[in-house]
């Protein structure tokens, strides 16, 4: 008798490779394909027994090797890639079996795709997955979204397969529709902001403390024992002591600093603005990526322009107003990316709990940190509130951070040291707090040059002057 898995995956990358290894590990059988006979043999190498991993590079072997209803999950690069293997897919699997698309894909690709392939009778849903290489190997965050029902039918694999955090499995059905993969979306712009974030203080301490790496692995090392106790804070740690395989010196030293991305940033910033949903410290985040691509125009301008004298702080000082302002600056960027979650859920019916999704990222995912545990506090006290700003679990630890934000700020612009990130969260933090705003003057500029009219403070409706 033919031997049928419990579990297919396609796309076997690093990402692949260690996701199938794990659903194996957890008391599964699964079963990959890719068109490239070397990854194929490599997961069969890694794997060891054929009885709970196998692999294949045809697409017919793939899916005659799995159970019905299949099960079948993507880990190929979001695009046009994703809408082709689905096409290579649906001459040979059947009614009722499901796709799950792993990437990061855009939601509203997901929404089409869901659309077009229940018309098949085919259930399809996004999964985000969150963890790198590592993650997927050993338990990632999992951030799944769409037909409740189909969902079911793969939780009891994907909560075999997720990070634990105190026992609880990091993954939950999360809505309707794109939201999986639009959480997942979020997610990684709040990962842009924090990594934004956690840089402009390194720079800060190198140039206004005259840290070395030693001393900045011991104190981000000291920070991760503390509230800033993070993934991101974890690994920058590690990274200071890293020394250079190809000449002297450490690592970190050597690597150009141009910072790449793949999209899902720009996705978040450019979603933030079709909402209405301020998220500076996310936007700045991903417009220092493309400052950083432009290279040689910095270095040709540094040449050109005068900078302040930089005025050294003493390093206890420094580290005591680093790590304060980090920490507010995490939880308004935690705030910003939330924000625009519960509003996101609104607008696209994605019925989004922010509670459980704070909990799903408390390990396994590249943003977990000791902060979520108090966000998902938060939002179970109160799950309507729009932002943690409002939440009163959250505003003895802004009101004791934000003043250390306001010093480095200073600092820094006295001394021509950038702090964008920062910058932009003390900003939000002090327009989002403020009852009135100068913007009744552009009202009135608006209505000057454009007769498009304005509201007023003492009377209801809608007005217009000739100016």
Known sequence: MERKYDFGLIGLGVMGRNFILNVADNGFTAFGHDTDPEKVNALKGEGGDLTKVDASTSIKTFVNSLKQPRKIMLLVPAGKIVDTVIENLLPQIDRGDMIIDGGNSFFTDTDRREAHLETRGIFFFGAGVSGGAE??????????????SAYKVVQPIFEAVAAKYQGEPCVAYLGPKSAGNYVKMVHNGIEYGLMQLTSEIYDL???????????????????????????????SSEIFLQKDDQGEGRLIDKILDKAKQKGTGKWTSQNAMDLGIPIPTIDMAVSMREISALKDERI????????????SMAQ?????????????????????GLHQLSEASKDYAY????????????????????????????????PAVPNLLLSPAFIEKVQGTVASARTLVAYAAKNGIPLPGLAASLTYFDAYTASRLPLNLIQAQRDYFGSHTYERLDKEGIFHTEW
């Open 205 to 235: 301490l190198q140039k206004g403390g005259n840290y070395n790496n030693d001393q900045l692995h011991h104190l981000f090392k000291k920070w991760n024992e503390g509230r800033l106790q993070s993934f991101l804070i974890e690994i």
């Open 351 to 382: 019925q989004l709990n922010m509670a459980v999704i704070a909990k799903i990222w408390r390990a396994g995912c590249i943003i977990r940190a000791g902060l979520l545990a108090d966000i998902a506090t938060a939002f179970e006290a109160d």
């Open 135 to 148: 993650g997927a190997r050993k338990g990632p965050s999992i951030m799944p979204g769409g037909s409740k």
């Open 316 to 336: 206890e000082e420094l580290e005591k107003l680093t790590e304060s302002a980090l920490y507010f600056a995490f939880i308004i960027t935690y705030a910003q």
């Open 300 to 311: 040709k301008a540094d040449g050109l322009y005068d900078r302040p004298q930089i005025e």
